[in-house]
């Protein structure tokens, strides 16, 4: 099973900074990585699919790179709305795997 | 637009059974792998289950593989989960998504629904 370790576990910043994820993969996913961002009391909700691929009406701040193991999600000029809980997801093998996530919080 | 309405959930004992449904629409049901995550307080997410666009064929992890089984009825837009020999390590609220990728593609979540609770506990 391919194992996902999000850092950091948490990230303090305030509106208008960019938010700097990673997500590294213990064996090479290739670029067959994912992004979500819940909201407490609310499902996941798809950000980027294939490392680098905005899904539908996801606006232009979120951003992903990385391939292999090494991954990165970025949140340019943070909006109040955009603190929440933030997970990376791999398809490259079976299982499916999540990371453990990483908040996001106000500073 | 797209809409999944999960229901089923509930209070089950260690090793009864339940089945959990999903309905599905705004979309063509049948082009889509469907997919059952499963989130536990404090836990990650989990996908439990995936099965194929036309059915042919699924996928579990190891932690369920033998207890629950997936299904779907294209022709009723209805995706399905039988648990049996449920766990209280089963307790979590259980999402079914659909894929984002059609047909033999899948593997990234692009729509879900609004979950589930199942608790299993004597």
């Known amino acids: 099973e391919i194992v996902l370790t999000q850092s950091p576990a948490t990230l303090s910043l305030s509106p208008g900074e960019r938010a700097t994820l990673s997500c590294r993969a213990s064996?090479?996913?290739?670029?067959?990585l994912a992004w979500y961002q819940q909201k407490p009391g609310q499902a996941p909700r798809l950000l980027i699919y294939?490392?680098?691929n905005r899904a539908t009406g996801i606006p232009a701040r979120f951003s992903g790179s990385g391939s292999g193991t090494d991954f990165t999600l970025t949140i340019s000029g943070l909006d109040p709305d955009d603190f929440a809980l933030y997970y990376c997801q791999q398809r490259s093998d079976w299982p499916i795997t999540f990371g453990q996530g990483t908040r996001l919080e106000i500073k | 637009q797209v809409q999944l309405v999960e229901s089923g959930g509930g209070v089950v004992q260690p090793g009864r059974s339940l089945r959990l449904s999903c309905a599905a629409s705004?979309?063509?049901?049948?082009?889509?792998?469907l997919h059952w995550v499963r989130q536990a307080p404090g836990k990650r997410l989990e996908s439990v289950a995936v099965i194929s666009f036309d059915g042919s064929y699924d996928h579990y992890p190891d932690s369920v593989k033998g207890r629950f089984t997936i299904s779907r009825d294209n022709s009723r837009n209805i995706l399905y989960l039988q648990m049996n020999s449920l766990r209280t390590e089963d307790t979590a609220v259980y999402y079914c998504?659909?894929?984002?990728?059609?047909?033999?593609?899948?593997?990234?979540?692009?729509?879900w629904g609004q979950g589930t609770l199942v608790t299993v506990s004597s």
């Open positions: 998504a659909r894929d984002h990728f059609q047909r033999d593609n899948w593997g990234a979540f692009a729509s």
């Open positions: 705004g979309f063509t049901f049948s082009n889509y792998a």
């Open positions: 294939d490392a680098s």
């Open positions: 064996q090479s996913v290739s670029r067959h």
